[in-house]
């Protein structure tokens, strides 16, 4: 078949095919989608601030135009919050950008009106309502991004510990099959201890563990040396601790960089990460079922106080006034929507991922 190798598995061709068509498609998507999404929300921005003296007919008449640029806003939000999405995927920055920009469409109605510095009028209300619109797809996207990349870190961590990059002692070692991977073990119980080694080590027999003693078999020379020599070792504790060897030519901390760069050392961080990750996400949950209540009451008076300044600026009614209808529907206090929750919910995910972070930087990176 012309276009693919002798070798070549045809789903692999395929596959390929694919993802080129996704990745052309995303792309005219973000390139269109940011075009119209910057003619529609440039175009609002700018009537915004330059219709705030006119009246009449002069204001019906733009009303008119003002849903062309609300659809083009909001489907240009979209087309971009799409194409970052499959093309962006797994960039930790780019879910928090998302949210970033959404939330400052979202939340406009709360400070534009300070901006503009007197009463509004219908149309300027009009397009507040629309650029707040407009974030709704970029705060969707952004929150699926930020919840893809935590579950991505904590698969990635979870298997691989720190990078390959990272690992100078040991690297390309098999693991063995004759040790059980104890969960927190010894450096003897982890999958990548050798047998022949393990035989004659000081470590082993001692029952100590190479990272307390700052040497090992992955970057100690005389271990190797030992026990290709079948050096014999006492399987008496005491008499074993004597012959762990004392490499006096190094400093404290270069020992300990040793062991940050050592694969078993780094298997010991895997199991430490997979103990301390569900406590981490346990702890953010309890925050945030003690203090929802009162997080969650918080963030809605924060609403219905920039509701009620964009009311006194634009001259409409207070929250605490009636609604009817469709106002009734998306009223902050009493509408069926719970904003506060929903923002609530994203912070807390936001909040998740960087305690993960931190996390695998104290364990992968500062390996505490």
């Known amino acids: 078949m012309a276009g693919r190798e002798p070798n070549q598995p045809r789903g692999a061709n395929v596959s390929d095919q694919l993802g080129g068509l996704f990745d052309g498609i995303a792309r005219f998507l973000l390139y269109v989608g940011g075009g119209a999404a910057l003619l529609g929300i440039g175009i609002m921005i700018y009537s915004f601030f330059m219709n705030g003296g006119q009246g009449g007919q002069n204001l019906e008449q733009a009303a008119q135009y003002a849903d062309y640029f609300r659809q083009a806003g909001l489907f240009g939000m979209l087309g971009v919050s799409l194409a970052v999405a499959w093309l962006m995927w797994g960039e930790e920055t780019a879910g928090p950008i998302m949210l970033i920009v959404g939330f400052a469409l979202y939340f406009m109605p709360s400070y534009m009106p300070m901006a503009a510095g007197g009463n509004l009028n219908s149309l300027q209300t009009a397009l507040l309502e629309n650029l707040s619109i407009c974030g709704a ?29 990272q690992m100078k002692y040991g690297k390309g070692v098999k693991e063995e099959r004759d040790v059980r991977n104890v969960f927190l073990g010894k450096c003897w119980q982890l999958p990548y201890c050798r047998k022949f080694v393990r035989e004659r080590c000081p470590i082993y027999h001692a029952k100590r563990t190479c990272w307390k003693e700052r040497v090992g078999c992955m970057c100690e020379e005389s271990v190797i040396k030992n026990a290709m020599d079948g050096k014999v070792i006492p399987k008496d504790m005491v008499a074993a601790s004597k012959f762990i060897p004392q490499n006096n030519k190094l400093t404290p901390d270069q020992k300990a960089e040793r062991c ?19 406590l981490t996400a346990v702890s953010v949950a309890g925050i945030y079922v003690v203090m929802r209540p009162a997080l969650a009451d918080m963030i809605k008076q ?3 106080s920039s509701d009620n300044v964009v009311n006194t600026v634009t001259g409409g009614t207070n929250s605490n006034a009636p609604v009817e209808g469709a106002a009734k529907v998306t009223s902050i206090e009493t509408g069926v929507i719970p904003y506060h929750e929903i923002i609530l919910v994203v912070l807390t995910l936001v909040v998740l991922a960087y305690a993960i972070k931190i996390l695998e930087y104290v364990i992968f990176r500062a390996k505490s």
């Open 137 to 165: 797809p970029a705060i969707l996207i952004g929150f699926f991004m930020v919840a893809g990349d935590v579950f991505g870190r904590i698969k990635t961590r979870s298997v691989q510990g720190a990078k390959a990059d």
């Open 260 to 278: 940050r760069q050592c694969i078993i050392y780094n298997e010991h961080q895997k199991h430490k990460y997979k103990l301390a990750l569900p």
């Open 302 to 304: 924060a609403l219905i």
